[in-house]
């Protein structure tokens, strides 16, 4: 497996309040055999997080369409849990609606933010999305104290299925409180209650492994295969030898998955906008072949862009 990466498609201009920086977490939405709308999270100047979108042709996503001049959804009620800021994460056909759902943040004393998975609806193609609830679909419980992120959800047979971030502890490193998290496993009849039993998807590989972020899943064959982001626990911010790269994986169930990074088929460039990391894979099928749309350096700071699978 080889990914042959295409370039760089969008990175803001910056001439909004809302998206001084970043586009981060690329979500994409096949409209049509002629448009594919890609969803992403960019930054206003305080650094939170605001999600929009842009349009592009399909196949051929580096033409740009349109370009979305405003955010979609505004920031929770004070002490809710998405009044820091909103990154989207996973969009689903549900009839004529979509189910958008995205990660909510929320600041602390103790620890630099918490966050939760919220749902968004859209019954107009999803051009405007309305909040489900104030409150979160997947947030905190007994058995996972710390927070969820970011996730993947499809809808089989009338099974919801989502492969979320949790976060298993913090741990001060360097003086600064750091997240640990790995990508567990749930599953629903409606797509808003969610049965969490605790199953982790994809685990750490060792100690030295700090996080694993961002599934995308694709079911062919009868095998589940997923990609992710993975980075280390220490100086993934400022060492590009310990910073995000993705991994793979596959599955018969979608439950028990064995790791297979070394066939991911992609690392960073020898120079460039994707040099440094590589994260947030969002792949997609198309024209017998996949896409994957990926961030390259600093966490979205330059953008998103894709490649094409090679097998």
């Known amino acids: 497996m080889r990914w042959i990466k295409k370039g760089l498609i969008y990175t803001p201009n910056a001439r909004y309040d809302w998206n001084k920086t ?14 594919w709308r890609i969803y992403y999270s960019s930054r206003n100047a305080l650094g939170q997080s605001n999600c929009s979108f842009i349009e592009v042709e399909a196949g051929n996503p580096t033409k740009i369409f349109y370009e979305h001049p405003e955010s979609i959804l505004p920031f929770g009620k004070l002490g809710t849990f998405d009044d820091c800021g909103i990154m989207p994460t996973s969009i689903v056909n549900v009839g004529t609606k979509k189910y958008l759902y995205y990660v909510g943040w929320t600041v602390r ?31 905190t419980i007994h058995t996972e104290p710390y927070f969820n992120g970011t996730a993947y959800v499809i809808c089989q047979d009338n099974l919801w299925k989502m492969w979320y971030l949790s976060c298993t502890k913090w741990k001060v490193i360097n003086n600064k409180p750091e997240p640990f998290y790995n990508i567990k496993y749930a599953e629903s ?56 790269r993705i991994g793979y994986a596959e599955s018969m169930n979608g439950k028990d998955w064995s790791r297979k990074d070394a066939l991911a088929g992609i690392d960073v460039s020898p120079e460039g906008w994707d ?25 979205g700071r330059t953008g998103f862009g894709y490649a094409i699978l090679e097998e």
């Not at 981060?24 to 448009?35: A, G, R, S, T």
């Not at 998975?117 to 999803?126: E, F, N, P, R």
């Open 22 to 35: 970043h586009a981060q977490v690329p979500v994409v939405d096949m409209l049509d055999d002629k448009v």
């Open 275 to 299: 040099s440094e990391m590589i994260s947030y894979p969002c792949v997609i099928n198309y024209n017998r072949s996949k896409i994957m749309f990926y961030n390259g350096n600093g966490f």
């Open 189 to 244: 009849t409606n797509g808003i209650n969610w049965k969490r039993d605790g199953h982790v998807a994809i685990d750490y590989l060792n100690e030295s492994e700090g996080g694993i972020v961002s599934a995308s899943v694709i079911k062919e064959n009868g095998k589940y295969r997923m990609w992710y982001g993975r980075r280390s626990a220490i100086d993934y911010r400022t060492d590009k030898n310990q910073s995000y």
């Open 109 to 139: 004393q103790t620890v630099p933010y918490h966050n939760s998975i919220g749902l968004a609806v859209s019954d107009d193609g999803g051009k405007t999305f309305a909040k489900m609830f104030e409150g979160p679909v997947v947030t």
